[in-house]
C-alpha cells in the first residue's frame, strides 16, 4: 500500500512569499475550515490572480518586455477606471503565466482553469441557469488551495525563456564569472532562485546541446562559460542533470563531425562520469580522435583529455613516442599535470643559456600551479645546480614569477627556496634574488 500524507494547510501558508497573498489564501484556509467552500474558491482565485500580477510587476522591475507592457496597460486600465479593459486583462493572465512567463505547465494551467471556472460559478451563480446553488465539495477546494500555494504562490517569477535569454547575455559577458565557485554562487542568486524546478531539464538539454552542436555563433565563443554553467546546474540539480545527460548526450555526439565531436571533451574534462554516459560508438570516435592528427585549434582540449582515464594513457603513449624537442613543444600547448616530471626532466636537461630559458618559459611557468611541493623542490636543485640555467639572462626573473605562481606551497617549500638563494647569490647577482628573499 502507498503511503499518503495530506499536505499541512498551515504549514503550506506560511511558504507563501507575498504577504498580501498570504493574507488572501490564509482566509481561504480558514472559510475551508468553516464550510464556507464557495467563499473558499472565491479567495483562493483571488489570491492567485493578486500573485500573479505582482510576479508580472517584478518582472517588469527586471525589464522583461512582456510583463513592462502588461504593467502599462494594467495602470492605464486602473488610472482610467476602465472596468471592460480590467476585465479583460483578468482573463488574460493564466494565459500569460503559461506563455511567455512560464510560471506554470500546461497541466497547471488546465487546473487553474478549472478553479477559475468554479470560482465564477461561486461568484455569479444566477450565470449558470440551474436553481440549485453551486457549491463545490471541500475535497475540490483543498486541492485548489494545495495547488495554488505550490504551483504558484510559493515560487518566485519565472524566466523561461526570458531567463535564457538572460542568462545567454550573462555568458557573452567579460565579467562572467571565471572560478567554479563564483560561476555556481553567481548562477544560484541570479537564476536557480527564479526558475521552477520543472524547467531544469530543458535547461540541462539546452546547455549540453550547445556544447556538443554548438548551434549558437556567439556562445560558441565562450565554451568553457557554457560547460562550466553545466556542470553548476549539475550540482544543484544532480538528478534532472544526470538524467537529461545520459538520455541525450548519445543522441547528440551520434549526429556531430569530428569537429564537433571534440567539443564532448569540455563536459568530460568537468565531469569524468560523463564518459560513461555517452555510448560505445561514441568513446571510440573519441579514442581515434586524440590519437589521430591534432590540429592547432584542437589543442586546447588535450588538457582536458587528460582527465580521462582512457584517454589519458593513450595521450601518455603518444607522448612518449616524441623526442624531447617535440615534448617541449607539446608541454607548452598542454600544460597537462600527469607531464609535469618529464616536464621537469628536460627542464633539469638543458644545454645552453637559451634553451634553459625557453624551457622554464615552456615547462616550468605553464605547469607552475600544478607542481606538487616535492616536484618545486626538484625544479629549485636542478635549477642552481645547472649554471646554463641560474645564469641565463632571464631565469632569475622568470624563477621570481615561478615563485609568486607557486604561492599555494610556499609553506611547505620556503626552506627550499631559502636554501636555492643562498646557492645561487654567491654564483650570480640579481636583483631578482633578492626580490624572492625579502619575500621569503
Known amino acids: 500500500m502507498i503511503p499518503y500524507t495530506l499536505t499541512d494547510l498551515d504549514e503550506l501558508v506560511l511558504t507563501v512569499r507575498n504577504s498580501n497573498t498570504k493574507e488572501y489564501i490564509n482566509e481561504a484556509v480558514h472559510a475551508y475550515r468553516s464550510g464556507l467552500n464557495r467563499a473558499a474558491v472565491i479567495l483562493t482565485w483571488t489570491a492567485v490572480a493578486y500573485d ?90 483543498r486541492a485548489h488551495i494545495v495547488l495554488a500555494v505550490k504551483a504558484i504562490l510559493q515560487q518566485a517569477p519565472v524566466q523561461g525563456k526570458a531567463a535564457f535569454a538572460r542568462l545567454k547575455a550573462d555568458l557573452l559577458q567579460a565579467s562572467f564569472p571565471r572560478s567554479q565557485e563564483q560561476i555556481r554562487t553567481f548562477l544560484s542568486k541570479r537564476y536557480f532562485t527564479r526558475l521552477k524546478k520543472s524547467l531544469i531539464p530543458n535547461l540541462v538539454t539546452i546547455l549540453a546541446k550547445e556544447i556538443v552542436l554548438q548551434k549558437d555563433p556567439e556562445l560558441a565563443t565562450v565554451p568553457d562559460n557554457v560547460a562550466q554553467t553545466l556542470v553548476a546546474v549539475g550540482e544543484a540539480y544532480p538528478t534532472e542533470y544526470e538524467s537529461q545527460l545520459k538520455e541525450g548526450l548519445p543522441r547528440y555526439a551520434a549526429g556531430v563531425d569530428d569537429e564537433k565531436l571534440w567539443h564532448i571533451l569540455l563536459l568530460l574534462g568537468n565531469d569524468l562520469r560523463v564518459w560513461q554516459w555517452i555510448d560505445e560508438p561514441t568513446r571510440i570516435r573519441v579514442r581515434n580522435l586524440v590519437q589521430g592528427k591534432i590540429k592547432a585549434d584542437q589543442v586546447s582540449y588535450l588538457p582536458l583529455a587528460f582527465k580521462v582515464p582512457d584517454l589519458a594513457a593513450l595521450l601518455r603513449d603518444k607522448f612518449e613516442q616524441f623526442d624531447d624537442e617535440k615534448k617541449e613543444k607539446f608541454i607548452a600547448a598542454v600544460p597537462a599535470a600527469e607531464l609535469a616530471d618529464e616536464a621537469i626532466r628536460i627542464f633539469a636537461d638543458s644545454g645552453g643559456w637559451r634553451t634553459a630559458e625557453a624551457r622554464t618559459k615552456n615547462l616550468i611557468i605553464p605547469l607552475a600551479q600544478t607542481f606538487s611541493p616535492d616536484q618545486i623542490r626538484r625544479i629549485l636543485i636542478a635549477a642552481a645546480s645547472n649554471g646554463e640555467i641560474w645564469n641565463a639572462a632571464e631565469v632569475p626573473e622568470l624563477m621570481r614569477n615561478f615563485f609568486r605562481l607557486t604561492s599555494q606551497s610556499r609553506d611547505a617549500t620556503r626552506e627550499d627556496w631559502r636554501g636555492f638563494i643562498e646557492k645561487v647569490k654567491p654564483l650570480r647577482e640579481s636583483e631578482h634574488w633578492d626580490a624572492i628573499e625579502t619575500l621569503l
Open 52 to 141: 500573479l500580477i505582482g510576479k508580472y510587476r517584478e518582472l517588469s522591475d527586471q525589464s522583461e518586455s512582456a510583463a513592462v507592457q502588461f504593467v502599462k496597460d494594467l495602470d492605464n486600465a486602473i488610472s482610467s477606471n476602465n472596468v471592460a479593459q480590467l476585465q479583460a486583462i483578468e482573463n488574460r493572465l493564466l494565459d500569460l503565466a503559461r506563455d511567455p512567463f512560464e510560471i506554470v505547465t500546461d497541466a497547471e494551467k488546465n487546473a487553474f482553469e478549472r478553479l477559475k471556472a468554479d470560482r465564477n460559478l461561486c461568484a455569479h451563480p444566477a450565470f449558470t441557469g440551474e436553481s440549485v446553488l453551486f457549491n463545490p465539495l471541500p475535497e475540490q477546494v
